[in-house]
Antibody, heavy 121, light 107 residues
Framework: EVQLLESGGGVVQPGGSLRLSCAASGFTFSDYTMNWVRQAPGRGLEWVSGISGSGATTYYADSVKGRFTISRDKSKNTLSLEMNSLRAEDTAVYYC??????????????WGQGVLVAVSS | EIVLTQSPDTLSLSPGERATLSCRASQSVVGSYLAWYQQKPGQAPRLLIYAASTRATGIPDRFSGSGSGTDFTLTISRLEPEDFAVFYCQQYGTSPVTFGGGTKVQI
């Protein structure tokens, strides 16, 4: 059974940093692209970032490019998102999401339960 | 980036009725690489359909997807009580992947 468990959320001041983690199990982690998708309170879904199965290629939405860094550790089956220079508009539930594809973001077949990041002074 | 516009914003129906949800793209979706997701309150989204018309594992056959180019449709043939939720379309044929704004199906 595929399981994705996010951690690291919380309240942070504007301009601050936070690191999200996602522990994956139930599938061969290095075979699949992994993604972060966020959802602001009462709003729709926004794809944030993805990383290929090998970890060689990363993808970012324009809204986070240069501020967020995605990475993966195949020895620990863990996905991470380092978030810097946080803004109020980054406030959202962040989902760790498994992709069907090995090389680039495509459709998303398994989702974690999400972790809340609140950027507020 | 490709903008996806979903309509209507809200659909008010009763159990047993047919639901038809629309997703229109600002440009042609490459390969008909379009997916649909269902999200219930307080839960993560769930994959329903990919490649415009292929049901994901375990999805009942009352859910069906169709369309190509810029116009796509999700149809729920007979609504069950557990189907009331928000539905999102997503294109993954062109980077970056993008989502529509969602359609809420309510009783």
């Amino acid at each position: 059974e595929v399981q994705l468990l996010e951690s690291g959320g919380g309240v942070v001041q504007p301009g601050g940093s936070l690191r999200l983690s996602c522990a994956a199990s139930g599938f061969t982690f290095s075979d699949y692209t992994m993604n972060w998708v966020r959802q602001a309170p009462g709003r729709g879904l926004e794809w944030v970032s993805g990383i290929s199965g090998s970890g060689a290629t990363t993808y970012y939405a324009d809204s986070v490019k240069g501020r967020f860094t995605i990475s993966r550790d195949k020895s620990k089956n863990t996905l991470s998102l380092e978030m810097n220079s946080l803004r109020a508009e980054d406030t959202a539930v962040y989902y760790c999401v498994k992709d069907e594809n090995s090389w680039f973001p495509s459709f998303l077949d398994y989702w974690g339960q999400g972790v809340l990041v609140a950027v507020s002074s | 980036e490709i903008v996806l516009t979903q309509s209507p914003d809200t659909l008010s129906l009763s159990p047993g009725e047919r639901a038809t949800l629309s997703c229109r793209a600002s440009q042609s979706v490459v390969g008909s690489y379009l997916a649909w997701y269902q999200q219930k309150p307080g839960q993560a989204p769930r994959l329903l359909i990919y490649a415009a018309s292929t049901r994901a594992t375990g999805i009942p056959d009352r859910f069906s997807g169709s369309g190509s180019g810029t116009d796509f449709t999700l149809t729920i043939s007979r609504l069950e009580p557990e189907d009331f939720a928000v539905f999102y379309c997503q294109q993954y044929g062109t980077s970056p992947v993008t989502f529509g704004g969602g359609t809420k199906v309510q009783i």
